[in-house]
């Protein structure tokens, strides 16, 4: 799997929600009492269509939610009251999962990606995306700014 570039990250969600958002490549720093959304991921060879791998994005929840909240004209306290209850509201629960949708065109470049489930518990992450969740040989690590929202860690795992 080829690792995705901070600049076609940052173009890609910055061409879809309109505001500057920019990836910036990442140490391995422990994560730190965040909550998580993750994104599960089937990448679909091009030279053979019935051989797949998995891969798993895994973001700060306040992150997902700024950048989904940037793209359906939130302001940013508002993003923030809504992350702060207990289950995510069927607007923003709505707009990650089209942030994560979208992230497939750029998260695994050159290959054909598709999103196959959102999950907000590791625990929940399934099959092959657990295993490559649990022992990844490829990781991708950003720091994110979204222009006038929060901002946070955007994981790639492969």
């Known amino acids: 799997m080829q690792i995705p570039e901070a600049h076609n990250l940052s173009k890609h969600f910055t061409h879809l929600v309109g505001r500057d958002v920019k990836f910036q490549k990442a140490g391995l720093a422990p994560d730190k009492g965040a909550s998580w959304i993750y994104g599960s991921y089937e990448i679909v060879s091009v030279d053979d269509p019935t051989a797949t791998k998995s891969v798993v994005v895994k973001a700060d929840r306040d992150l997902l939610g700024s950048i989904a909240g940037a793209l359906v004209g939130l302001p940013s306290d508002e993003v923030v009251r809504r992350l702060r209850s207990a289950a995510l509201d069927e607007l923003l ?16 470049p050159g290959h054909r990606t598709i999103l196959t489930a959102m999950s ?3 625990r929940d992450v399934q099959g092959e995306a657990a295993k490559v969740l649990a022992t990844p040989s490829v ?18 795992f492969g």
């Open 93 to 108: 629960q709505d707009a990650i999962y089209e942030i994560l949708n979208v992230a497939a065109g750029v998260i695994a």
């Open 120 to 122: 907000v518990e590791a």
């Open 139 to 156: 990781k991708a690590i950003f720091d994110v700014v979204v222009q006038g929202y929060s901002g946070g860690r955007f994981r790639v």
